[in-house]
Structures are given as structure tokens and as C-alpha cells.
């Protein structure tokens, strides 16, 4: 079993509407959860972080936490054609002197 | 404030060579992790550094090996090359802080490694 599991997509929305990421994770120890985003060809852009259960809110991002579930998502509202990337789930665990653990990216496109 | 910067930006090698690429963290940041990252994957872990010491590390061979300097820049060497080691390689930095959830980690720009 991976320890961050992502389906790996395309996802295919049409601008505007909301885009969802999911993501899970097997390590319930992990404290600390993160999303990046990669355009191809690019490094990870560090855009989410989140470290309690529940929402947390930055313009039109939203991740969301569920430590009993061991799911993490990102909400994209309004979704715009430069949102088009693959979005990268990444978790910690402080016990692990910061070792980040990587799901494999789920490609969203975003069509005009 | 400088961000994560690598260098070189792409490499071209051929095989049974080696190679050092080179990172320098986010200012105020005192640990060095590098990646691989292979088309069409997430990254995966090669190792970390701290202190000028290799504190983790991921499951990649001996040929892989590094370095990190007093000013907190690190070196990535990888011996012995194989076309399996053409990727991205990507060095991200963060602050560590013993027991604390605070220590979201910024990634460089990536060295493209090409081994023919």
C-alpha cells in the first residue's frame, strides 16, 4: 500500500464550475498535509497547507481534513484555464524529521 | 528573499558517468531534501540532510549519494549513471521544528538529468 494515494486523472471541468482532489494517506501519524501544484515540466508550487481537521480557506482554495477518514481534499472554485496542472497531495509526520510522502498527482484540465 | 535555487537547469550524461548537482535553500532554512521525480510520477524521496548530516533516506542504491555544507547548501552525486536515472531532480528546503506541524517544505526549479 502507497502511503498517498491520488487518482491519477484527467479531470476535466469546465471553467468556472468547482474542481475537487481527493487524496488519502495510510500513516496515522501524519500531522501535516500539503498540496502542491506542478504545470508540466515545472517544480511543485507549494499552494495548501493544512494541519486540523476541517477547512481552511485562501482565496480559491480550499483544503479539507478528515484525520479519522485519512482523506485530504482540495476545492478549486471558479476554475480558470491557467488552473490546468497536476496537483500533487503530500504528507508528514514530525516523528520523521520532515520526511514528505507524494502521491503521484492528479492532472486537472480545465476547459474554456 | 531568495528562493530555493539549483543549478544546472538540465544536464546531458551518458551512461557510467557521474554527476553533482547542486541546491541552495530558502533563506532561514536549515534542512535539504532531494527528489526524483520520473515523467509522469510524484516525487520520490532520495534523501534528506541536516546538520551536514544524511538523516533519511529513501530507497535509492549507494550510487546515489550527497553532501551538505555549513551553509546549508547540499550537493546531490550520483555515480555510475543509467539511462533509469534520466528524471527531474528536484532539492526542497524547509526549517526543522522538533515536534511541530509547521514545516511546509519549498522546492528549486529542478535539474533536468538526461543520461544517454
Known amino acids: 500500500q502507497k502511503e498517498v494515494e491520488q487518482n491519477s486523472g484527467p479531470l476535466s471541468v469546465p471553467e468556472g464550475a468547482i474542481a475537487s482532489l481527493n487524496c488519502t494517506y495510510s500513516?496515522?501519524?501524519?500531522?501535516?498535509f500539503f498540496w502542491y501544484r506542478q504545470y508540466s515540466g515545472k517544480s511543485p508550487e507549494l499552494i495548501m497547507s493544512i494541519y486540523s481537521n476541517g477547512d481552511k480557506e485562501d482565496g480559491r482554495f480550499t483544503a479539507q481534513l478528515n484525520k479519522a477518514s485519512q482523506y485530504v481534499s482540495l476545492l478549486i472554485r471558479d476554475s480558470q484555464p491557467s488552473d490546468s496542472a497536476t496537483y500533487l497531495c503530500?504528507?508528514?509526520?514530525?516523528?520523521?524529521?520532515?520526511?514528505?510522502?507524494f502521491g503521484s498527482g492528479t492532472k486537472l484540465n480545465v476547459k474554456p | 528573499d531568495a528562493g530555493v535555487t539549483q543549478s544546472p537547469t538540465h544536464l546531458i550524461k551518458t551512461r557510467g558517468q557521474q554527476v553533482t548537482l547542486r541546491c541552495s535553500p530558502k533563506?532561514?532554512?536549515?534542512?535539504v531534501s532531494w527528489y526524483q521525480q520520473a515523467l509522469g510520477q510524484g516525487p520520490q524521496f532520495i534523501f534528506q540532510y541536516y546538520e551536514e548530516e544524511e538523516r533519511q533516506r529513501g530507497n535509492f542504491p549507494d550510487r546515489f549519494s550527497g553532501h551538505q555544507f555549513p551553509n546549508y547548501s547540499s550537493e546531490l552525486n550520483v555515480n555510475a549513471l543509467l539511462l533509469g536515472d534520466s528524471a527531474l531532480y528536484l532539492c526542497?528546503?524547509?526549517?526543522?521544528?522538533?515536534?511541530?506541524?509547521?514545516?511546509?517544505?519549498?522546492f528549486g526549479p529542478g535539474t533536468r538529468l538526461t543520461v544517454l
Open positions: 526542497a528546503s524547509s526549517l526543522y521544528l522538533p515536534g511541530l506541524a509547521l514545516n511546509e517544505q519549498f
Open positions: 503530500a504528507v508528514n509526520t514530525p516523528y520523521n524529521f520532515n520526511k514528505f510522502y
Open positions: 500513516d496515522r501519524g501524519s500531522q501535516s
Open positions: 533563506s532561514g532554512h536549515d534542512t
